[in-house]
């Protein structure tokens, strides 16, 4: 009879530790980011899809991840971001393949950026920022293509070609 009792504690205290993620009222700023590989993903020579390195950045501030190469953020971000940078994490994503990551940001962390390694660096979109809202879960679903990242459904995300506010420079 106690071990039930221990067991059905221990459930208990797994379950809600699962509703803490959908608190309304929790002051941690949560980023769920959909990652989707397209049919096209990053061609090769051939015009055949292939795998994309995909890292996924935490900042406090996106001016050094917006005014960087991309071969200096890929080999060196931790340098070229310095404190700006908080966490990073890298994955392989494949055509038609849907990752999808949960993330509870730091209280000094502002914005998620994304890069990923296109074979064609020249004419592709390579990287993504989004701003988080502190205290505010963000829903972030990003399309990777033959041509570039592209997210179109939040309004708070934009393109790095994209002018940032004038509060955020």
């Not at 996924?56 to 070229?80: G, Q």
Request: net charge positive; charged share 25%; proline share 5%.
């Amino acid at each position: 009879m106690a071990r039930l009792r221990i067991m059905s504690l221990l459930l208990m205290a797994v379950l809600l530790s699962g509703c803490s993620w959908m608190n309304p009222y929790s002051d941690i700023t949560k980023v769920n980011i959909r990652l989707n590989g397209s049919d096209y993903l990053n061609p090769d020579l051939r015009g055949r899809p292939s795998p994309v390195v995909v890292r996924i950045f935490e900042l406090k501030n996106a001016v050094n991840f917006t005014n960087a190469d991309f071969f200096s953020l890929y080999n060196d971000a931790k340098n070229v971001l310095g404190d700006d940078l908080v966490a990073v994490e890298e994955m392989e994503l494949t055509p038609r393949q849907k990752i999808h990551l949960r993330y509870r940001i730091a209280e000094t962390s502002q914005y998620v950026g994304i890069i990923a390694a296109y074979r064609d660096l020249s004419t592709a979109t390579w990287r993504y920022v989004v701003k988080t809202v502190p205290k505010e879960k963000l829903y972030v679903n990003v399309v990777l293509t033959s041509d570039g990242i592209y997210q179109n459904t939040d309004p708070r995300a934009y393109k790095v070609n994209e002018t940032l506010p004038m509060n955020e420079r």
